[in-house]
């Protein structure tokens, strides 16, 4: 279980490295991220086919059925399940990019050839990658901009993630809500831009506002 003080140095490790790779968008544009981090993606297809082995002879290597980053050099390389519903492949990107930065991927012992952690390790960096995916796939500053009308399935439509992991990020967000607004590097983040219609779900949600309080009134 991470602690304050630990969630602290995550949010200000994850948000200065949105700013340095201009993170500045949501939905988050992948693609570009890992470009400009040299980041390569690799999916699970093409590893199959270029390689020969099974999907499972892969899940195998992995430890899992959705993906896995391995560093090599001053480079990391992220496999990942391309035949996975979209939504989930993002997350499990945005996962494997959070170990990166969270330096995990420096640990000798994470090696998806030969993993060599415990289960108490294990579990620590599977919640830090967590917490970190979390910031990417929503920046917290747009959240809590808009949070009055981002339902949780209006969350997973502009975010581009699943309906339950938009529910599990909205809880996160309002659990960890004063920690993160007192993060120095939160408060120096910039609004990242929306690449959809806000004002289409903001009306849809004072249609319903005003219908809940008809309802009432009636």
């Known amino acids: 279980m991470t602690t304050p003080e630990r969630r602290q140095q995550l949010y200000s490790e994850m948000l200065r490295f949105m700013r340095a790779n201009r993170v500045n968008t949501v939905p988050l544009d992948i693609g570009a991220l890992c470009a400009r981090a040299g980041v390569e993606l690799v999916p699970l297809s093409q590893i199959v ?11 195998s290597i992995w430890g899992n059925r959705d993906g896995a980053v391995n560093a090599h050099g001053d ?3 992220i496999a990942y ?22 330096g995990h991927t420096a640990d000798t012992a ?24 979390g910031l990417l796939v929503c920046h917290p500053k747009f959240y809590y901009t808009y949070e ?11 975010c581009q993630i699943t309906l339950p992991c938009a529910r599990v990020r909205r809880e996160v967000f309002i659990k960890y809500r004063d920690e993160i607004e007192r993060n120095m590097a939160y408060q120096f983040s910039p609004l990242p831009q929306s690449r959809t219609n806000l004002r289409a ?12 309080i008809s309802r009432r009134d009636g």
């Not at 399940?81 to 499990?92: C, E, K, M, S």
């Open 110 to 133: 994470f090696n998806i050839f030969s993993q060599a952690y415990d289960a108490g390790k294990y579990a620590q960096y599977d919640e830090e990658a967590r917490l970190g995916a």
């Open 148 to 158: 009055r009308f981002l339902t949780p399935r209006s969350l997973a439509e502009i």
């Open 75 to 77: 480079r990391h390389r």
């Open 49 to 59: 086919r270029e390689t020969g082995l099974t999907e499972q002879e892969v899940f």
């Open 201 to 212: 779900y903001e009306a849809a949600w004072r249609r319903g506002q005003k219908a809940g």
């Open 81 to 102: 399940h391309d035949g996975l519903p979209a939504g989930r492949v993002r997350f499990t990107i945005c996962e494997e990019l959070a170990h990166m930065v969270y």
